[in-house]
């Protein structure tokens, strides 16, 4: 039974039995959808837009939208998965910290009879019912492409050595930005390729960065995700951050499109990032598990999705055989100084949370 409208309908028979006037209101809190954001991380600007558009969206549909942080601890991702669905909610929304490990708690959501959606990251495994995120080979290429472009403007050929700070590779989003940036790269054999682990702290990025090049004569460097700072300060603390125009200036590109990136990119010392959407899929979950919820509306089949008047209207619904659902996926496109500025992208929304 879902716990908000078993509660409410329990207060509800109180209040008409104790001859209260708050029956209208109780009924009204009753009707309402708990659903749970389990986010992998609260402590950047994108996992932040993330987290408080979706749940802003969700609340202005009529839902109750709670938010929980994991702190990129697995252990704890468990814990509150535990934890919702000994509570009940109407539907859980993951961003898993490890998305093999996470299956586990899927498959126990599942199991319960909650209905599961993913938002930017899934699991690896599990019943989801969608998921809305970026399009990772699309994010992964468009900052590959950029940083070979911006190498053949500057040195006169797409030559030398770039390095590559990639996520883990167990985690699908790395995973498969890191495969599409290394095969724009295969294209280019006059570029060596530097690819290197790294678990989102900016401590890894700072280190990494420094050793690698000190080490090397590098003309590039990109990135599975330039919201964790570090990179540029690392290249200052050895002098090699040159701006856009130096000669000896390293191209930067990444993944994103990080407030500070978009900040670096104003002064010229940052060259362009792959936007993620994250206001486009969260927006769009939102709506979909409303509908979801109210049996308005459910994807049956792969190809262009039409429910005219939802934000998800006209996007492409792709099967997800993994975890046995559908997963929708927002576009990308260059960002860099020419379009900075732009108040729609989420680095520069982010004010609104702040």
């Not at 495994?125 to 995120?133: F, H, Q, S, T």
């Not at 290249?235 to 856009?244: E, N, P, R, T, V």
């Not at 104003?266 to 979801?292: C, E, F, P, R």
Request: aromatic fraction near 6%; glycine fraction near 10%; charge should be negative.
């Amino acid at each position: 039974m879902k716990l908000a409208k078993s509660l409410g309908t329990a207060v509800l028979g109180m209040a008409v039995g104790l001859g209260m006037g708050i029956a209208s209101d109780v009924a009204s809190a009753a009707d309402k959808y708990r659903i749970i954001y389990i986010a992998p991380q609260q402590n950047n600007a994108a996992d932040i837009v993330i987290a408080k558009n979706w749940q802003e969206v969700a609340e202005s549909l009529g839902m109750e939208a709670v938010i929980k942080n994991a702190e990129t601890d697995a252990k704890r991702e468990a814990d509150e998965w535990a934890t919702a669905i000994a509570l009940g909610y109407d539907a859980i929304v993951g961003g898993p910290v490890d998305s093999f490990a996470a299956t586990i708690s899927v498959k126990k959501a599942n199991a319960a009879g909650i209905p599961v959606f993913m938002l930017g990251r899934t699991s690896a495994g599990g019943k989801v019912e969608l998921i809305a995120r970026a399009d990772n080979f699309s994010l992964g290429t468009i900052a590959a492409e950029e940083l070979v472009r911006r190498v053949t403007v500057q040195r006169g050929e797409a030559a030398g050595k770039v390095l590559e700070l990639h996520g883990p590779m167990d985690q699908v989003n790395a995973r498969q930005r890191s495969e599409a940036i290394q095969a724009v790269i295969a294209k280019y054999p006059k570029i060596e390729l530097i690819r290197k682990v790294q678990h989102w702290t900016p401590e890894e990025f700072f280190d990494i960065t420094k050793s690698v090049a000190s080490a090397n004569d590098l003309v590039g460097i990109t990135m599975g995700s330039d919201v964790i700072p570090g990179v540029d300060a690392a290249l200052d603390s050895i002098g090699q951050l040159k701006a856009i125009g130096h000669p000896d200036h390293i191209v930067l590109t990444g993944i994103d499109a990080d407030p500070r990136i978009l900040d670096l990119m104003g002064n010229d010392m940052w060259d362009a990032s792959a936007l993620q959407d994250m206001v486009g899929y969260g927006t769009m979950l939102a709506h979909y598990i409303k509908d979801y919820l109210d049996g308005s509306f459910k994807i049956t089949a792969a190809g262009v999705i039409d429910n005219p008047g939802a934000p998800y209207n006209g996007i492409e619904a792709r099967p997800a055989p993994d975890t046995e659902g559908w997963e929708i996926q927002t576009p990308s496109r260059v960002v860099d100084k020419s379009n900075h500025t732009d108040p729609t992208l989420w680095g520069n929304a982010i004010k609104r949370y702040q």
